[in-house]
């Protein structure tokens, strides 16, 4: 079979693989495919013969690499038929049987197409080269998202490398002795008080997103800012979550709040089944050692670790830690609407700096909080604009049922 030459091959397959951190058999694979679309150039460009090429003519065609021989060979899969229609993909019953007897109309035989040294033009070198690049690049990408795809919502060791406009370039692994890979840190994901960043500044990060197919820059978007990295950093200070003694039931993260007046700040609801067990207890740890821990790694934002309990009144009135509640009012249950009144002293508290604090105890319970003060709560009044507040989204609520369960008739018929 004959051979186009290609010299240095197999140690120009060792170089690509080692500097874009790509396993030889997926360089090959780009090589090959680069090269077919070379030879497709090359034929329409030098041998069209008049042909008109469909999009899928050359389907039928592949190119096999020697390395040994440092060189190609274009091979094409023909259909062996009594007259010959089209050269590119039949091939006469009479020319196969001189080299094999036994051959039938309508079997296929692999036929060396492959051009002759010279004929494999400047045009389809630079086809080549240009391909070459898009399929090592589309390598890589897949790569990375098959490795990295499985631990998307976990959190990774991240190494500064470099700064593009508002975002932060950091390299990341997926696990010890992996190759490092490029992830994207953009400004909605970072922590304003641990800007600036440096080169080569180490950081925990929450591997959000892995982007799939074409996309310019990397193909991960890591964050500082997401819940999942508070999760993640009390599960590897607190071993009793690790142990699932201790879960989390909730976490509601302001890491970087509308105004630079307020702090960052998250509330964390914990649980356990264990009855000699403080849930509270284990996550803030001896003299504060494990949640200390934690608000190191995020810069010094504000945790406050809750109790969760299966009582609306009582998980709302302790998300609202610290402030010291009255009582709280389940005002509308359908809606989840709850009035909690504290004592005038403590309304500052309850609803905190620019109402950081009812705002993420509202994120932590999914109930809407209005604080009232104690002193001018008046309870006649209240209960009757709930009484009207309920009536009136009766019907609505009524006609949702109905909604839902014509919708589950439907289903079931289907």
């Known amino acids: 079979m004959s051979l186009l030459n290609l010299p240095g091959l197999g140690q120009m397959v060792e170089v690509i693989s080692k500097?874009?951190?790509?396993?030889?058999?997926?360089?090959?694979?780009?090589?090959?495919?680069?090269?077919?679309?070379?030879?497709?150039?090359?034929?329409?460009?030098?041998?069209?013969?008049?042909?008109?090429?469909e999009e899928e003519h050359f389907n039928n065609f592949d190119v096999e690499l020697d390395l040994e021989g440092e060189g190609f060979r274009v091979l094409a899969t023909k259909t062996i038929v009594d007259e010959v229609g089209d050269a590119d993909h039949e091939i006469g019953l009479f020319e196969v049987r001189e080299v094999a007897p036994e051959a039938q109309a309508g079997g296929t035989v692999v036929v060396d197409v492959t051009p002759e040294q010279g004929d494999f033009g400047r045009m389809a070198a630079i086809q080549t080269k240009q391909v070459l690049a898009q399929k090592l690049r589309d390598q890589q990408r897949k790569i990375i998202q098959e490795e990295f795809q499985d631990i998307e919502g976990t959190v990774l060791q991240g190494r500064v490398l470099r700064f593009e406009t508002t975002s932060v370039i950091v390299s990341v692994s997926s696990g010890f002795g992996q190759p490092e890979v490029e992830a994207e840190l953009p400004k909605r994901e970072q922590l304003a008080g641990e800007r600036p960043y440096r080169p080569n500044m180490t950081l925990k990060v929450y591997l959000k997103k892995v982007f799939e197919g074409s996309r310019r820059g990397p193909q991960l978007l890591v964050s500082r800012a997401d819940a999942g990295l508070v999760v993640y950093l009390f599960a590897n200070e607190v071993p009793e979550i690790e142990e699932e003694i201790v879960r989390i039931v909730a976490v509601a993260r302001e890491a970087n709040p509308p105004s630079s007046a307020v702090g960052p700040r998250t509330k964390i609801a914990v649980d356990t089944l264990e009855r000699d067990v403080d849930p509270v207890g284990a996550c803030i740890g001896a003299r504060g050692a494990r949640i200390q821990a934690v608000v190191a790694e995020l810069r010094g934002e504000k945790i406050d670790v809750i109790r969760w309990s299966p009582d609306p009144s009582t998980y709302i009135a302790n998300s609202l830690s610290p402030a010291r509640i009255h009582e709280v009012r389940l005002i509308n249950a359908n809606e989840r609407i709850a009035h909690v009144i504290v004592p005038e002293d403590q309304l500052s508290l309850a609803i905190g700096k620019e109402g950081q604090n009812v705002r993420l105890a509202a994120r932590l319970t999914g109930w809407k909080i209005d604080i009232k003060n104690l002193s001018k709560y008046d309870y006649e009044d209240e209960d009757r604009k709930a009484q009207e507040s309920i009536a009136r989204s009766a019907p609505i609520l009524e006609q949702s049922n109905l909604d839902d369960e014509e919708n589950d008739y439907d289903n079931n018929e289907d």
Do not use: C
């Open 19 to 53: 500097e874009r951190n790509l396993p030889k058999h997926a360089v090959q694979n780009a090589l090959r495919e680069a090269l077919l679309k070379g030879y497709e150039r090359f034929r329409k460009t030098y041998r069209s013969d008049g042909i008109n090429f």
